[in-house]
């Protein structure tokens, strides 16, 4: 394709980036530098029976005025960055100062908020992804082997978890763990503990809200690797068992092999997915034991006071994440897209 | 010792035929080809031999052992494929090696037995690359060197020439006959082209809609066919066929009268090939007005219609001639064979 026309093949999608994708991270970029003007004080000296004495009161016309005529607040650089609320830079090297070993600095570190949304969203991802690839592709060549009558029925209710909504899906899981749900008088039951709570414990918690993960996202991988599966070649297969493999050797050597586009395809799409976990946190009410990113980014634009510095930091930081993420994926597609040309 | 006996085996899908009683001794060592056109079910003997699909109906028997219940891998049978069916994700070297793999063969053998395969197949210097890398013959003679490796007692082989070129197609099919000669192994070979089944093989199986026609050798089988099917799949040009009458020895049809044929009167078929009859001056047996005419190099091939059927005879390589010019042809009566004109069997030795 020629250069000119390419270009204009090209232009209405790179404007559309621009406008939705570029645009709205710059502006979050810029507010993330930027925090809203301290309110004008003006001191007044009132006088009276008993001598005069200065006062101090917020100018609310001389502050409104300055908020209008500079919305995105005052420039402070990388201030909020640094913050408490955010990469905390003087509590880290503070708790690495004076922990005894690192159990205890990461101790001190989970009790910073950004680090403790930090360590949930990378645990949910990096156990949810796999597990879920897992799940997927087990369900995918069990339905696969099932008769053609079947295969239809089990497929749509293999599907009902991802057809869920999610908030729905988690707020469903989180009354049957309750103590008078199914589960949770079942766990109470079982073990003999009548003060068993899935709720109150953060490990617990933790494994409710992956188990939950698993649940809704396995679908998605399942019936991209069935749609994969329903294009291996058959002559591959039938060698294999003439050449003396096992079901798990063609599994391995056959299957595996021919579905690891899709695996990369899922992996990539899911790890995006995993680490904007947020509705099951709402769904399960369990801000006091796990919170992540998204939910943190939440927190910050809810409420009462609406911190929209804080959120464009947290977001910016968010997005980093995500570059990081994907990073090693992307490089090895590009790799492997400059090997075959 | 791999005999291999097919006992009376069917296949069957509901009320749709693939095979039907199909029952044969393959020796031991034999190179044995089944042909025949799509969908006569050639493959379909294959892939039970092989052990992917179930029989409907009979035995099958290798080395005098019953398999029918047995796992394609304990058959102890290579296969090479039409699609060569390589692991795109391993190179030469991994997909050749890949039988000594997942049979657990003893590892320290596999690098001398890999490139004893590879070498046979002169693939020596293509062993780091990927089937993607590799032209079509290549990909056909790692398939060979698979199923070579691991020195099976039967080797199975379904239309492996079908995918290569003309030229390729001449050299494969010579690399596979040296190769079936020195490794004496016994071999079944699938194939619908009448030419690889007559270079190849010690038995030909002409088979049609899953019913076996004939089985012979290929002199058999393209000096006696067996019936009008057989006659006309075998040889090219095919078998001229024309329909009409015998009447006092004399066969007669539209412009055809050919005496000195032993058959007693009726409708009859009656065939011979382009090879068997000659142009000449006048005073020939068919004489009809050319209806085309095919310059081959060694021969010119003249053809002319009788009744509905088309005949072809083989001229001189100088003979030239005009369409619609007036031809006299002598037919080798001593050569002409006769088949029954309803049920298309052959009458008589």
């Given at each position: 394709m020629k250069h000119r026309t390419f270009f204009w093949f090209i232009l209405p999608t790179a404007a559309a980036m621009l406008l939705f994708i570029a645009l709205p991270i710059v502006s979050v970029v810029t507010q993330s530098l930027h925090t809203p003007h301290d309110a004008v004080l003006t001191v007044t000296k009132n006088c009276g029976p008993f001598g005069c004495k200065d006062t101090t009161v917020i100018d609310q016309e001389a502050t409104a005025a300055l908020r209008t005529a500079e919305p995105l607040g005052k420039f402070v650089g990388l201030d909020i960055y640094f913050d408490r609320g955010h990469l905390a830079v003087?509590?880290?090297?503070?708790?690495?100062?004076?922990?005894?070993?690192?159990?205890?600095?990461?101790?001190?570190?989970?009790?910073l908020p950004f680090y403790r949304a930090m360590a949930f969203t990378l645990t949910f991802t990096f156990t949810v992804t796999p597990l879920m690839l897992i799940l997927g592709f087990m369900i995918?060549?069990?339905?696969?082997?099932?008769?053609?009558?079947?295969?239809?029925?089990?497929?749509?209710?293999?599907l009902l978890p991802m057809i869920v909504s999610p908030l729905i899906g988690s707020l469903v899981l989180f009354w049957m763990i309750d103590s008078r749900g199914v589960i949770g008088a079942a766990l109470q039951w079982l073990f003999s503990d009548p003060n068993l709570s899935l709720k109150a414990s953060t490990g617990l918690t933790w494994v409710m809200l992956i188990v939950y993960g698993v649940w809704h996202a396995a679908p998605f991988s399942f019936v991209v690797f069935y749609a994969g599966l329903q294009t291996l070649p058959q002559d591959q297969l039938e060698s294999a068992q003439i050449d003396g493999a096992t079901r798990w050797q063609r599994t391995r050597y056959v299957i595996i092999p021919h579905l690891m586009p899709l695996v990369t395809f899922v992996a990539l799409i899911q790890l995006m997915d995993n680490f904007r976990v947020f509705e099951p946190i709402l769904g399960f009410n369990s801000e006091a034991h796990a919170t992540s990113l998204s939910w943190f980014i939440y927190n910050d634009l809810g409420g009462e006071t609406r911190l929209l510095s804080s959120a464009a930091t947290s977001s910016v930081l968010t997005i980093l994440g995500v570059a990081i993420l994907l990073a090693p994926v992307l490089v090895r597609t590009w790799r492997d897209f400059n090997a075959k040309v | 010792?791999?005999?291999?006996?097919?006992?009376?085996?069917?296949?069957?899908?509901?009320?749709?035929?693939?095979?039907?009683?199909?029952?044969?001794?393959?020796?031991?060592?034999?190179?044995?080809?089944?042909?025949?056109?799509?969908?006569?079910?050639?493959?379909?003997?294959?892939?039970?031999?092989?052990?992917?699909?179930?029989?409907?109906?009979?035995?099958?028997?290798?080395?005098?052992?019953?398999?029918?219940?047995?796992?394609?891998?304990?058959?102890?049978?290579?296969?090479?494929?039409?699609?060569?069916?390589?692991?795109?994700?391993?190179?030469?070297?991994?997909?050749?090696?890949?039988?000594?793999?997942?049979?657990?063969?003893?590892?320290?053998?596999?690098?001398?037995?890999?490139?004893?395969?590879?070498?046979?197949?002169?693939?020596?210097?293509?062993?780091?690359?990927?089937?993607?890398?590799?032209?079509?013959?290549?990909?056909?003679?790692?398939?060979?060197?698979?199923?070579?490796?691991?020195?099976?007692?039967?080797?199975?082989?379904?239309?492996?020439?079908?995918?290569?070129?003309?030229?390729?197609?001449?050299?494969?099919?010579?690399?596979?006959?040296?190769?079936?000669?020195?490794?004496?192994?016994?071999?079944?070979?699938?194939?619908?082209?009448?030419?690889?089944?007559?270079?190849?093989?010690?038995?030909?199986?002409?088979?049609?809609?899953?019913?076996?026609?004939q089985v012979g050798s290929p002199t058999e089988i393209y000096d006696t066919p067996a019936n009008t099917f057989v006659a006309s799949f075998i040889g090219n040009p095919a078998m001229n066929l024309v329909d009409g009458v015998i009447e006092g020895g004399v066969f007669k049809a539209q412009n055809s009268v050919i005496p000195g044929l032993d058959a007693p009167d009726g409708p009859v078929t009656l065939g011979f090939r382009a090879e068997d009859a000659n142009v000449v001056e006048s005073g020939g047996e068919i004489n009809a007005p050319i209806y085309t005419m095919e310059l081959l190099g060694d021969a010119t091939m003249v053809s002319v219609r009788i009744g509905g059927a088309l005949v072809a005879v083989k001229a001189d390589k100088n003979y030239r001639a005009e369409i619609g010019d007036q031809v006299s042809l002598h037919v080798h009566t001593d050569h002409c064979h006769l088949f029954d004109a309803t049920t298309g069997e052959r009458m008589g030795p």
């Open positions: 003087a509590e880290v090297a503070q708790a690495w100062r004076t922990s005894d070993g690192l159990g205890a600095f990461f101790s001190q570190l989970s009790n995918a060549v069990a339905v696969n082997t099932l008769h053609r009558h079947l295969k239809g029925l089990v497929i749509f209710f293999s | 010792m791999a005999e291999i006996q097919l006992r009376n085996i069917s296949k069957r899908w509901g009320s749709f035929v693939g095979v039907n009683n199909f029952d044969l001794t393959i020796a031991d060592k034999e190179f044995l080809v089944l042909l025949g056109p799509s969908g006569c079910g050639k493959t379909t003997t294959m892939r039970m031999i092989a052990g992917l699909e179930d029989t409907t109906e009979g035995d099958i028997l290798i080395g005098g052992k019953r398999v029918n219940d047995l796992e394609p891998k304990d058959r102890d049978i290579a296969m090479v494929f039409q699609s060569y069916a390589l692991y795109p994700n391993m190179n030469v070297y991994e997909n050749i090696r890949f039988p000594l793999k997942v049979r657990g063969t003893d590892p320290s053998t596999h690098k001398e037995r890999v490139l004893q395969a590879a070498e046979r197949v002169e693939l020596l210097d293509f062993l780091d690359r990927k089937p993607a890398e590799l032209s079509g013959g290549q990909r056909q003679r790692v398939a060979l060197a698979r199923a070579i490796v691991r020195k099976p007692k039967v080797f199975l082989m379904d239309e492996p020439l079908s995918n290569l070129d003309a030229k390729l197609r001449v050299s494969t099919r010579a690399q596979i006959k040296n190769l079936s000669h020195d490794l004496a192994a016994t071999t079944i070979y699938v194939t619908h082209d009448q030419i690889e089944a007559m270079t190849l093989a010690d038995r030909v199986v002409v088979m049609k809609k899953g019913v076996v026609q």
